[in-house]
Each structure stands twice: as C-alpha cells, then as structure tokens.
C-alpha cells in the first residue's frame, strides 16, 4: 500500500508563488509516473502535472504552462510542484497522485494511489 501525504498549500497573492511537496509513506516502487491534479469547487477535477520516475518526461497542462515546475526531490517518489506568477483562477484543492509503470497519464481514473489534498488560495 502506498500512501501520499501533499504538502505546502497555503493562501498567497495573486502574482506570487507556492511550493507543494508529495512524499510517500510506506512501500515505494522503481517505476512509476506522478501527477499533480487539482479541484476546485463546483469543477471537476483537473490533470495539472505528471513526471515519470526518471525525471525525463513531463507533461503539463496548457492553463500552467510557463508558470508551473513539476520535479523529483530527493527521495524515490517526492515530487514537488513550484507555483509561480499564481492567479486567482488556480485556487483549488491540490491533489498529488501516482500511477505504476512509467507511462504518462493525464486522466484521473488512470492513477493507482492519491493523496489526502492540499488547500491553494490565491486572493485578487
């Protein structure tokens, strides 16, 4: 079993920058794929960012393109999310999630494990 544990949500200004961090608790695997998602009220949840495990494949979506980083820390399967130049538009529950092999995956349904959620507000 596999559990995430998101965090460095918080409430910022518009134009300003968080950084989310997703690390595993409990067993970890060699390949995989993660992806940042997000929710805001009353919308569907959204593919944000995805990294495969060697760091080599990224995929955005458009609406973060240019502002957003996806990365790997350190640890096997720590993924961290730099927010930059944030709008009010991307206030959401932030959710990191993780799918098992190393295939890029932008639909919510394909991923195996997610997280618990962290809060992002950005004010106007």
């Known amino acids: 079993q596999v559990q995430l544990v998101e965090s460095g949500g918080g409430l910022v200004q518009a134009g300003g920058s968080l950084r989310l961090s997703c690390a595993p608790s409990?067993?970890?695997?060699?390949?995989?794929?993660m992806g940042w998602f997000r929710q805001a009220p009353g919308k569907e949840r959204e593919f944000v960012a995805g990294?495969?495990?060697?760091?080599?494949?990224?995929s955005y979506a458009d609406s973060v393109k240019g502002r957003f980083t996806i990365s790997r820390g350190n640890a096997k399967m720590t993924v961290i999310l730099q927010m930059n130049s944030l709008k009010p538009e991307d206030t959401a529950v932030y959710y990191c999630a993780v799918r098992l092999g190393n295939v890029v995956t932008t639909t919510d349904s394909g991923y195996d494990y997610w997280g618990q959620g962290t809060q992002v507000t950005v004010s106007s």
């Open positions: 409990g067993r970890t695997f060699s390949s995989y794929f």
């Open positions: 990294i495969n495990w060697s760091g080599e494949s990224t």
